[in-house]
């Protein structure tokens, strides 16, 4: 086709920068999908799209973001995302708001400035009768990854030379064959003004690699689930009852296996995405209004044997290395989820470069704002990806997904949004005409095109490349057109999508949530809705344990 030679001509691949320190399975997957990396030494300063790195970028770095831009963090949002800070935050929000809803944090202190506190509370325990005296876990504020931790019951056991904080040590863990495990959710948010979140469908589920055990508090391998700490194990490598190789599941597996015991997890995942809103609303107001940018977080949870989700820390920059198989298979679907969330609408400006391999001018360029996903999707969509919308959309049944679980209005419009299976992302038009134009030309594909050319008149300018300057989603993230409300299209609502990829839209979930997040965050309103709709889910059942020994497990 004439369009696809012309395209392949002018198109010219999106540029990430990475940072030093960032994992190779992020180039891995931008490489897969058709990006090129920067080359300082080749291109202009701001001749990039996507700039990615594992610490925070400087105010500086916001503030002289360009609109074909974009950054991997929001500043400030470190403020959950170390340990110290978030306990601050959260038992702020539970002054404010009461503990009904801010119960899903252990009780903390910061030391060293809440040692006396902590000596009180320790007492009055020990001095509490018939009470069993509550065990303990202390972790350095400023490091990650299991290291420097301490679990002990008796206080002359408790020892620090730095700023840590410590919590209650949840000792009633929910076990699978007497292993303890927790949670690793990701979380992407998207927009801080107005907030919206997304959950990613899959994950990770974390198993220590030896039987939990109170008795040996020292065991690293059998109270840590950190992947780090439990691969140097001596269990990591056998067969595990009930558990298998490693110290991984899929989000995919655990829901079956909790399903094949007759436990209803739908509850769980409401709690769950309940525990993400409401820490995220202790930071949303004080993170600097700032375009261009998305976080992944990394949120760790742990089910106790009450069926109690616990929130344990928010990780930033969570580990994306790929230790395993299952690592593989979760984190580089994430990745190029996350490129989807994010996608890119090419308008047709042209800019002119100075010459093949070097530095571009970016004189002439036309600066359109930063949208949504969702935000333009029918207004500023080409010609064909418009019709193509029209004539691809088609219904499908609807299936158990965390669609289910969200909540509030917008559950109800987007139920019938059904997950596709598939290796990677589907692939879109101009990904596709981009990953195309990187794959080198055949003599005789050269020959046809050349030949095309001629017979059409064809003429292009020389080293002319598309002005990427805002960010879309395409029509196949929409594929289905009956039951996508059409108000999630609309310029003048700018309402986002319900899901992209495996990430599931959890904030706003109804349309005053969705008001109260605009304009400024309204947190009284939100947490007003979100304790609406608390009382609207189903109290506990249907999940039945019973113990063994000493362990529990299911029936």
């Not at 929910?174 to 919206?196: A, N, Q």
């Not at 109170?214 to 439990?230: E, F």
């Amino acid at each position: 086709m004439a369009y696809d030679h012309d395209a392949e001509d002018i198109l010219k691949p999106l540029v990430f920068r990475l940072h030093e320190s960032v994992p190779e399975a992020v180039r891995e997957v931008l490489l897969e999908r058709g990006w090129s990396e920067f080359d300082e030494q080749e291109q202009d300063e701001a001749d990039w799209n996507l700039y990615w790195q594992n610490s925070p970028f400087r105010m500086t770095d916001h503030r002289s973001i360009k609109p074909w831009q974009r950054l991997n963090h929001y500043p400030e949002t470190v403020r959950i995302t170390r340990k110290d800070y978030l306990a601050r935050h959260l038992k702020r929000m539970k002054g404010i708001y009461g503990p009904s809803l801010y119960e899903f944090s252990p009780m903390a202190f910061i030391m060293p400035n809440d040692y006396v506190k902590f000596i009180a509370e320790y007492t009055k325990e020990r001095q509490s009768q018939g009470r069993k005296p509550s065990y303990w876990i202390c972790k350095p504020v400023g490091l990650s990854r299991g290291r420097g931790i301490l679990i002990f019951q008796d206080i002359k056991n408790f020892v620090y030379d730095c700023m840590v904080i410590v919590q209650k040590y949840i000792s009633n863990p929910l076990l699978i064959s007497g292993y303890k495990w927790d949670l690793r959710l990701y979380v992407c948010v998207t927009s801080f003004c107005p907030l919206t979140v997304y959950t990613y469908e899959e994950g990770l589920v974390r198993f220590a690699t030896e039987k939990f055990d109170l008795g040996s508090l020292d065991n690293v391998y059998a109270h840590l689930t950190n992947t780090s700490i439990n691969k140097f194990g001596a269990s990591y490598k056998k067969n595990k009852e009930g558990i298998g190789r490693g110290c991984k599941w899929t989000f995919s597996k655990f829901r079956s296996y909790l399903r094949s015991h007759e436990v209803d997890d739908l509850l769980l995942w409401r709690r769950i995405h309940n525990i993400v809103m409401l820490t995220l609303l202790a930071i949303t107001p004080s993170v600097p209004l700032t375009s261009n940018c998305f976080e992944l977080f990394g949120f760790d949870i742990l089910i106790d044997d009450t069926f109690k989700p616990w929130l344990l820390e928010v990780n930033y920059s969570p580990a994306l290395r790929l230790d395993c198989s299952i690592d593989r298979t979760v984190k580089k679907r994430l990745l190029h989820d996350i490129i989807e969330l994010l996608n890119y609408k090419q308008t047709d400006t042209l800019r002119e470069n100075k010459g093949a391999g070097t530095k571009a001018s970016y004189a002439g360029r036309t600066h359109i704002p930063l949208t949504t996903p969702g935000e333009n999707a029918t207004d500023d969509a080409p010609d064909f990806l418009a019709s193509r919308q029209e004539s691809e959309c088609t219904a499908t049944s609807a299936v158990q997904s965390l669609l289910e679980v969200t909540g509030g209005t917008f559950k109800k419009e987007a139920i019938g949004m059904e997950k596709m299976a598939r290796t990677h992302p589907r692939k879109t038009r101009t990904s596709q005409l981009r990953e195309r134009m990187n794959r080198p030309k055949t003599s005789s594909q050269s020959k046809a095109v050349s030949k095309s050319n001629q017979l059409s008149g064809a003429r292009h300018p020389a080293h002319a490349s598309v002005q990427v300057t805002h960010w879309l989603p395409t029509t196949e993230l929409c594929n289905y057109k009956l039951t996508i409300p059409p108000y999630f299209l609309s310029t003048k609502d700018k309402r986002p999508f319900p899901r992209v990829g495996d990430f599931v839209l959890i904030f706003p979930f109804n349309d005053a949530a969705l008001e109260a997040s605009r304009n400024g965050i309204d947190v009284k309103s939100i947490i007003q809705e979100i304790h609406k709709l608390m009382n609207k889910q189903l109290p506990p059942g249907q999940q039945k344990v019973k113990k063994r020994k000493d362990y529990l497990t299911f029936r």
